[in-house]
């Protein structure tokens, strides 16, 4: 048993607009999310933006906004929006 207090998971939704599409955005977000713990997914959306649920810690979120923010280098994030959702149980981070 961990002495260490986890502070309770929570769950997102973030868009990400600009250039994220053919950029390996979605597969380094999934490795970044996987670093941080953090399950959900990504996947691309018909306007060029991408959708990203996530679900972990607040602070875990916290440190994915903030690379979500910036993304791959071949990105060009132009804007990013997240949003608090209801709970959800991923086994994993996966790309749709």
Known sequence: MSDRISSPEICIRCFIGGRVQGVFYRASARH??????????????????VEVVACGSVEALDELKDWLRKG??????SGLSCEAIEQHNYADFTIG
């Open 72 to 77: 791959p280098s071949g990105a060009s994030v």
């Open 32 to 49: 970044e999310a996987q670093r941080l713990g953090i399950t959900g997914f990504a996947k691309n959306l018909s306007d060029g933006r």
